[in-house]
């Protein structure tokens, strides 16, 4: 029984003094106060991401191939379409790395006629390093002999070419990162406005659902029926090669993929209590879609996005790779493979560049995919 009134105690103990007692059954020990800063669910995610060392080297890798793309065409003093037929296959070339023998712009030719080599108009005087081979065909002396091509072919002492010339002369150092610009910027963009009609899409059908989602989903089946190639040709005969037909092939189909995903993702939602709450409070559909809802989906659109620049850079590369490229003399990393392989036997760094880059963004892209979705994982919130 509990006694409000002191008098109504015994005398002995209502003589007691008050701060004498003291409250029985009662825990006093409170929780540990935080003393961390509280850590939102992206930031938390940054942290996850930072952590993952191969996640961050494919990042610094892919701003590294960005910043090269915007600054090495405008430094190597030449243009992506600056012709010279005289310094045509020209080998690679670079400062320092020609001390070493690596990259030092010689190259052997085979089958000369021996008394040829000590003629000053066909070798000029100094070119020539050293005999490979000397061996006889038929009756005729012949050897192969290796020169330094870039004094073979009357190049300055100061000219490099990083990564040799083309067919036409043209530097590839330069030709390859104007291209790598070209490619890129083909990639974002389709994948941007991919993401934005897949968003748009997917949000209307997976939160109306019922007739509205059934007629978006099989209009979405018949386009991704569509074969790619044929629209890629049609859209070259209505608009000509360009980028502007390659962004619009990539796009036809291109967001589906993502409408399927932002549609999952409403189904997932759209019956949370918070949902229904501010449905019941009034809110407008609107603002049910794009402020209650699709933020739930940004991890998983984030991570798809990042899996889908390096596709669109493929699909670019194996357009300009059959011929639906881009119109010349506008590089791209799949013209260079395209123009490189026919040449791959003779002059193989012409290939070897361009593959290498290609596959570097491909490698890098896909990595830090990978480590966007362990990142955003919900499920692994908290987590070092």
Same mark, same amino acid.
């Given at each position: 029984?509990?006694?409000?009134?002191?008098?109504?105690?015994?005398?002995?103990?209502?003589?007691?003094?008050?701060?004498?007692?003291?409250?029985?059954?009662?825990?006093?020990?409170?929780?540990?106060?935080?003393?961390?800063?509280?850590?939102?669910?992206?930031?938390?995610?940054?942290?996850?991401?930072?952590?993952?060392?191969?996640?961050?080297?494919?990042?610094?890798?892919?701003?590294?191939?960005?910043?090269?793309?915007?600054?090495?065409?405008?430094?190597?003093?030449?243009?992506?379409?600056?012709?010279?037929?005289? *310094?045509?296959?020209?080998?690679?070339?670079?400062?320092?790395?020609?001390?070493?023998?690596?990259?030092?712009?010689?190259?052997?030719?085979?089958?000369?006629?021996?008394?040829?080599?000590?003629?000053?108009?066909?070798?000029?005087?100094?070119?020539?390093?050293?005999?490979?081979?000397? +061996?006889?065909?038929?009756?005729?002396?012949?050897?192969?002999?290796?020169?330094?091509?870039? *004094?073979?072919?009357?190049?300055?002492?100061?000219?490099?070419?990083?990564?040799?010339?083309?067919?036409?002369?043209?530097?590839?150092?330069?030709?390859?990162?104007?291209?790598?610009?070209?490619?890129?910027?083909?990639?974002?963009?389709?994948?941007?406005?991919?993401?934005?009609?897949?968003?748009? +899409?997917?949000?209307?059908?997976?939160?109306?659902?019922?007739?509205?989602?059934? %007629?978006?989903?099989?209009?979405?089946?018949?386009?991704?029926?569509?074969?790619?190639?044929?629209?890629?040709?049609?859209?070259?005969?209505?608009?000509?090669?360009?980028?502007?037909?390659?962004?619009?092939?990539?796009?036809?189909?291109?967001?589906?993929?993502?409408?399927?995903?932002?549609?999952?993702? %409403?189904?997932?939602?759209?019956? @949370?209590?918070?949902?229904?709450?501010?449905?019941?409070?009034?809110?407008?559909?609107?603002?049910?879609?794009?402020?209650?809802?699709?933020?739930?989906?940004?991890?998983?659109?984030?991570?798809?996005?990042?899996?889908?620049?390096?596709?669109?850079?493929?699909?670019?590369?194996?357009?300009? +790779?059959?011929?639906?490229?881009?119109?010349?003399?506008?590089?791209?990393?799949?013209?260079?493979?395209?123009?490189?392989?026919?040449?791959?036997?003779? +002059?193989?760094?012409?290939?070897?560049?361009?593959?290498?880059?290609?596959?570097?963004?491909?490698?890098?892209?896909?990595?830090?995919?990978?480590?966007?979705?362990?990142?955003?994982?919900?499920?692994? @919130?908290?987590?070092?």
């Amino acid at each position: 029984m509990i006694i409000e009134d002191r008098n109504h105690l015994p005398e002995e103990i209502a003589s007691i003094p008050a701060e004498k007692f003291q409250l029985a059954n009662v825990d006093t020990t409170t929780d540990e106060r935080f003393t961390t800063e509280p850590i939102g669910f992206y930031k938390d995610a940054a942290r996850r991401l930072m952590s993952n060392k191969i996640s961050v080297i494919s990042l610094w890798t892919i701003v590294i191939i960005i910043l090269l793309a915007i600054i090495v065409p405008n430094v190597t003093g030449y243009s992506y379409t600056e012709q010279n037929v005289g *310094q045509k296959n020209l080998p690679p070339k670079i400062p320092l790395l020609e001390n070493l023998g690596i990259a030092d712009g010689t190259r052997v030719l085979t089958n000369r006629k021996k008394s040829s080599i000590s003629d000053p108009k066909r070798f000029p005087e100094g070119c020539i390093i050293e005999v490979v081979r000397e +061996y006889k065909a038929g009756r005729q002396d012949v050897v192969d002999v290796k020169v330094d091509y870039y *004094q073979y072919c009357n190049v300055p002492e100061n000219e490099y070419h990083w990564f040799g010339t083309d067919y036409l002369g043209r530097d590839i150092l330069t030709r390859l990162f104007k291209g790598t610009r070209i490619s890129l910027m083909i990639a974002f963009i389709s994948v941007i406005t991919n993401l934005i009609i897949g968003i748009v +899409y997917g949000s209307i059908a997976g939160y109306y659902g019922g007739k509205v989602d059934l %007629f978006l989903t099989h209009l979405a089946e018949v386009l991704d029926g569509l074969p790619y190639i044929v629209v890629t040709i049609l859209f070259m005969i209505l608009l000509g090669s360009g980028m502007l037909s390659i962004i619009l092939a990539l796009t036809v189909t291109g967001w589906i993929g993502t409408a399927r995903l932002t549609r999952a993702q %409403f189904y997932r939602y759209k019956g @949370r209590e918070y949902v229904l709450a501010a449905r019941t409070l009034g809110v407008p559909d609107r603002k049910l879609i794009f402020r209650h809802i699709l933020p739930n989906t940004v991890g998983p659109l984030i991570t798809r996005a990042m899996i889908a620049v390096p596709g669109a850079i493929f699909s670019e590369s194996f357009l300009a +790779y059959i011929g639906l490229g881009i119109k010349p003399p506008e590089p791209s990393i799949g013209i260079l493979l395209s123009v490189g392989q026919n040449v791959l036997l003779q +002059y193989p760094y012409q290939t070897f560049f361009p593959a290498v880059l290609i596959s570097v963004l491909m490698i890098a892209f896909n990595m830090l995919s990978n480590g966007l979705r362990d990142a955003m994982d919900p499920s692994r @919130r908290g987590e070092e």
